[in-house]
């Protein structure tokens, strides 16, 4: 494995847990309100306070793969990007946009039919994780089979 694929997977394995155990927490939170009340700032509170607890671990998670990579193949973080890295960032970053957009579509269309906040919300939150991981998916896939 290329650095670069072996840092999409370990990001994608980070990114799956991190943001499984979040929602664990946040679903553990909402089963403790009662329903109907103070909803809006719970999951305002909620997606806040996602975008650090995605950023921290990321970067530990980075710091840690960057040394143990060293230390087991002395082989360095490539400084340079080419054209195939800044083509897989553009094509991984797009795919994550469509779902990311196809999740958004589909809860404006809940919210339409009616559906609550906690749907909503639950709905975006998911769209928001899925595009992530799509996003480390398509890298690690259009590394390993080209561009």
């Known amino acids: 494995m290329t650095y670069q694929e072996k840092q999409s997977a370990v990001m994608l394995m980070s990114n799956l847990v991190i943001s499984g155990v979040y929602a664990l927490l946040v679903y553990n939170r909402l089963m403790e309100i009662a329903p109907g009340s103070i909803e809006l700032a719970f999951w305002g509170k909620a997606f806040l306070l996602f975008i650090p ?3 921290v671990p ?3 998670v980075m710091i840690i793969f960057t040394i143990i990579n060293k230390i087991l ?3 360095d973080d490539p400084n340079l990007t080419d054209e195939l890295d800044k ?3 553009l094509k991984s970053v797009r795919n994550s946009n469509y779902l990311f957009m196809l999740g958004y579509f589909l809860a404006m269309v809940a919210i339409a039919l009616g559906a609550g906040t906690t749907i909503l919300f639950g709905m975006l939150f998911a769209a928001m994780v899925g ?3 799509f996003q480390e998916a398509s890298q690690l896939y259009y590394y390993r089979r080209g561009v």
Do not use: F, H, K, P
Request: zero cysteines; charged letters at 25%; a negative charge.
């Open 131 to 133: 595009s992530g991981l």
């Open 87 to 89: 083509l897989v960032e």
């Open 53 to 55: 607890i995605q950023i």
């Open 73 to 75: 193949t002395d082989e």
């Open 58 to 60: 990321r970067i530990l």
